[in-house]
């Protein structure tokens, strides 16, 4: 099941609560990239 751009306001404040307002999918996607390269850096550094 995947998630449209519009529902995921709505999901994040469900998960997140009433701070989640600013968080929109873009950002949620940037976020998530950002997280996934500082992973990959640090399982390559151990």
């Not at 600013?22 to 990959?40: F, H, I, P």
């Amino acid at each position: 099941m995947a998630l449209s751009s519009g529902d995921m306001q709505p999901a994040l404040e469900l998960l997140l609560g009433k701070k989640a307002k600013g968080l929109s999918a873009n950002k949620v996607s940037r976020l998530k990239q950002q997280w996934e390269a500082e992973y990959t850096r640090g399982v390559r550094a151990t």
